[in-house]
């Protein structure tokens, strides 16, 4: 049996222009990875999901072991949101329903993913460690995150796409 004392956040990593019900995908492909289905029959291994649109899904009661976070699927519930958040912010739409469920945990300590499994960029480098916590603590404006370092980033997957189109048209040159 679960015992949350974290709530762990987590982001899909597929961009929600690609796939805008991505839930399904994620039930998929936690299926084909062998993990344990769930009390209400997902084989999601996050507890909530929320989609672009906002759309909220329990896929795991809050008393069921996760499937997502190694050391800490039996002390914690999991919130993924769809989206790849080193490229994209959440939508507006989903920091609304994040802020909400956030406000239904107010003992848990929340974290992204990579605070506790630390080769992750999970829940995406566009949002500070702090993002989440910011989104229920009344004195601090909800900035989704540091401009300068959103530009920095934004300019390093741009040279990073560059870089593919080079590499792309040299293997087609050979």
């Keep these: 049996m679960n015992q949350p004392k974290y709530l ?3 982001h899909t990593a597929v961009s929600y222009q690609t796939n805008h019900q991505q839930v399904w995908a994620v039930n998929r492909y936690h299926k084909e990875k062998d993990f344990p289905v ?3 029959g997902w084989f999601v291994g996050y507890h909530l999901f929320i989609e672009a ?17 190694v050391g800490y699927n039996d002390k914690s519930v999991a919130i993924c ?11 507006n739409e989903q920091v609304v329903s994040l802020k909400k469920l956030l406000s239904q945990y107010p003992k848990l300590i929340i974290g ?4 506790f499994q630390k080769e992750r ?5 566009l949002l500070a460690d702090d993002w989440a916590t910011k989104l229920i603590s009344p004195q601090i404006v909800t900035d989704a995150v540091d401009k300068e370092k959103q530009e920095k980033i934004r300019g390093l997957w741009i040279t990073l796409d560059v870089i593919r189109s080079l590499l792309l048209k040299l293997r087609l040159l050979k």
């Design 8 to 10: 762990i956040i987590h």
């Design 38 to 40: 769930s009390s209400l």
């Design 53 to 69: 649109s906002g759309a909220t899904i329990r896929c795991r009661q809050d008393s069921d072991i996760g499937a997502h976070t």
């Design 81 to 91: 949101l769809a989206g790849d958040f080193n490229k994209e912010l959440p939508t």
């Design 112 to 115: 992204p993913h990579r605070q």
């Design 121 to 125: 960029t999970c829940y995406g480098l």
